[in-house]
């Protein structure tokens, strides 16, 4: 299947800075791409669509103003959690797809803690 | 509104017999399903899929059945190996809509040797 990374896969940051996330599709173009946040036990929670050269789609709820995303190119997209909260403290997912609604590839995850 | 429902938190099952994992929807729109299996601290891994069009697609020791009329569809896995142990998701979509992967709870497998 596809592969795609994150980075970093851990990171400790201080409540009230902004922590920047990558997400990339290594070995296709992705015009699309998705962030999801789980909580402990719970599902996956779909954030935001990432679209490529455009602005992102953001879910009900969801703070687009804190939670910004970028997807500058087709293997990139980048998620920034700015004024960290120790709320926002949790495991963050990116995936792309081949085809738009077909499988989706998920990276391996960031668990974020803020302090 | 969970529209993906996975009832069954847990699952315990000995090596060498078969695991059924099982998922519901609510959405009569969504068209393709899909199961992922994931470990602690990784992302999904994506299994197995099927398109509405089919009630059954296998891959090796994976089988998806999906019954429409039900909406319901469940993850056959057998005979079951102690690597299998993880959270199974399932998710569907709606492909003539966003495309959106909707997930399921999530099913803890855990595979007695």
């Known amino acids: 299947g596809a592969v795609v990374s994150q980075h970093p896969s851990r990171v400790i940051c201080k409540s009230g800075t902004s922590v920047k996330i990558e997400c990339r599709s290594l070995?296709?173009?992705?015009?699309?791409m998705f962030w999801y946040r789980q909580f402990p036990k719970k599902s996956l929670m779909l954030m935001a669509t990432?679209?490529?050269?455009?602005?992102?789609?953001?879910e009900q709820g969801v703070e687009k103003d804190k939670f910004l995303i970028n997807h500058a190119s087709l293997t990139l997209s980048t998620l920034t959690v700015t004024s960290a909260h120790p709320e926002d403290s949790s495991f963050y997912i990116c995936?792309?797809?081949?085809?738009?609604?077909?499988?989706?590839?998920f990276g391996p995850g960031t668990r974020l803690t803020v302090t | 509104d969970q529209q993906v429902k996975q009832n069954s938190p847990s699952l315990s099952v000995q090596e060498g017999r078969i695991s059924i994992l099982n998922c519901d929807y609510t959405?009569?729109?969504?068209?393709?399903f899909l199961w992922y299996k994931k470990y602690p601290a990784e992302g999904p891994t994506f299994l197995i899929s099927?398109?509405?069009?089919?009630d059954k697609n296998e891959d090796g020791r994976f089988t998806v059945f999906l019954n429409k009329s039900a909406k319901h569809l469940s993850l056959h896995i057998v005979p079951s190996q102690p690597g299998d142990s993880a959270v199974y998701f399932c998710?569907?979509?709606?492909?003539?809509?966003?495309?959106?992967?909707?997930f399921g709870t999530g099913t803890r497998l855990t595979v007695i040797p």
């Open positions: 070995d296709f173009q992705a015009t699309t």
């Open positions: 990432s679209n490529e050269g455009s602005k992102a789609t953001y």
């Open positions: 099927i398109s509405s069009i089919k």
């Open positions: 998710a569907a979509s709606a492909r003539t809509g966003a495309n959106n992967l909707f």
């Open positions: 995936s792309a797809g081949l085809v738009p609604g077909y499988e989706q590839y």
């Open positions: 959405n009569s729109m969504f068209d393709y």
